[in-house]
């Protein structure tokens, strides 16, 4: 397990030199992470990285490299750098789990810690959700967009890094992709690798054909030939058709597949269907490939395309269309020496800016008549929903807006991760992560799902947490007084 204490922003060092000066490093706070935006215009996205936010949790300390790199910098003195050699974190965090659908605004992770601790881990905690819920998020719309063919990930070459390529292909595999040609990630993670050939095989060989034959001996059962390295359809096809016949059918083996990784797929992929089929091999696939996304496969798709499954790369691996997440760590209380929590709250004249204050949870209410989700309720952490009674809901950006459910099931979003320091979460495997993922997709009304023009899904407050927030507003207004405007400006 690699050591990631120092992977922060130097600000946290700072600060937290400062906490420990002037006698703030015990204070007791509360920070959430959520972010804003849904990428892409999306109607929603899907929470991942929890597990390497854990790993990192366990394994921070700083080491002597680590404190004579600080001493070195000049800037901190010894009694801080003394504190520093037992930094462990001590404090509480709860999370949603992954492959839960998420939406802007509501804590993804709240962490209670120590100031140190709560603000020291803000960047690794940001880098590792907004990064993984980036691609799930992506992978998700992708997998839909290909209505029901499989998606494998081909993108660790075009990634950002080794870590964006190993954990990006875990996240797509949450997302909904069946596999991944990043090798390590199956080592790792058990995400299947899965590859054929690259168009230097072929041109290795003298013939396309023996090219081909030559594969099919290799790998008879999983024997899918790259058929555009000259022309698809006067060579590539033509001699795939022959060395299925001369070398797989002999053998009994039926199933194969083609890999078309240019030129016009709809178009190709029809005509290669017809030759495939006049061939007598109906069980051979068509699998496509070359800078696809949503909306490239949608497309394609709705030209009649005959594709059975995708290779994506680039534009999933990157998120190309929307290459950043935007998960923010604020400030939302703070614990006075009695215990008490004392709300805090960001003001801006972005009214997106502005935080919800307090320690929070957040309940998802579900229709009790055909259970899909029908909100979600963010409320103070003692809040209980009751499902037998009404439940009035406050839009948090219209003072004038409010929601009545009656009939509805909720559940807690936010569960324990760490109390006290300790692990208290059993970490689910990977395939039980995408099996939830799955599950929490389908509770969503397919106008919420879909890529374009989503319905919004609803986010409220509690009526006591809107009214915190609209007195905590006009306190820290300019003659103690502040509004939002009905169209949610100041």
Known sequence: MRNFTMLCDFYELTMAGGYFRTGMADKICYFDLFFRRIPDGGGYAIAAGLEQVVDYIRNLHFDEADIDYLRGKGCFDEAFLCYLRGFRFTGDIWAVPEGTVVFPGEPLLTVRARAIEAQFIETYLLLAINHQSLIATKASRIVRAAKGRAISEFGARRAQGADAAILGARAAYIGGCTATATTLTDALYGVPATGTMAHSWIQLFDDE??????????????????????????????????????????????????????????????????????????????????????????????????????????????????????????????????????????????????????????????????????????????????????????????????????????????????????????????????????????????????????????????????????????????????????????
């Open 209 to 490: 054909y023996e090219a081909f034959c030559a594969y099919c001996r290799c790998y008879p059962h999983n024997a899918t030939l790259l058929v555009d390295t000259y022309n698809v359809l006067e060579s590539g096809i033509p001699n795939a058709i022959r060395a299925f016949r001369d070398v797989l059918l002999p053998q009994g083996i039926t199933q194969c597949a083609v890999r078309l990784d240019s030129g016009d797929l709809a178009y190709l992929s029809r005509r290669a269907r017809k030759m495939l089929d006049d061939a007598g091999l109906n069980e051979c696939r068509i699998i496509a490939s070359n800078a696809l996304d949503e909306y490239r496969i949608a497309d394609i798709l709705n030209q009649g395309a005959c594709i059975d499954a995708f290779g994506v790369g680039e534009r999933l691996i990157t998120a190309s269309s929307e290459p950043v997440f935007g998960g923010v760590y604020k400030l939302c209380a703070v614990e006075d020496d009695d215990g008490n929590i004392l709300p805090r709250i960001k003001i801006s004249e972005n009214t997106a800016k502005i935080t919800t204050p307090h320690f929070k949870q957040v309940y998802r209410l579900y229709n009790g008549t055909d259970g899909h989700a029908e909100a979600d309720l963010i409320c103070l952490h003692d809040e209980l929903v009751d499902d037998s009674l009404p439940l009035t809901l406050f839009d948090p950006d219209y003072t004038w807006k409010r929601r009545t459910m009656v009939n509805f099931t909720p559940r807690r979003l936010l569960i324990p991760i760490f109390r006290s320091g300790e692990l208290v979460y059993d970490l689910p495997t990977l395939e039980e992560i995408r099996a939830y993922c799955a599950k929490e997709q389908g509770s969503l009304w397919d106008e919420v799902l879909r890529p374009d023009n989503p319905h919004k899904y609803y986010v409220d407050l509690s009526e006591r947490l809107w009214t915190l927030k609209q007195e905590l507003l006009k306190s820290h207004a300019i003659g103690g007084e502040l509004e939002l405007a009905h169209n949610g400006t100041m």
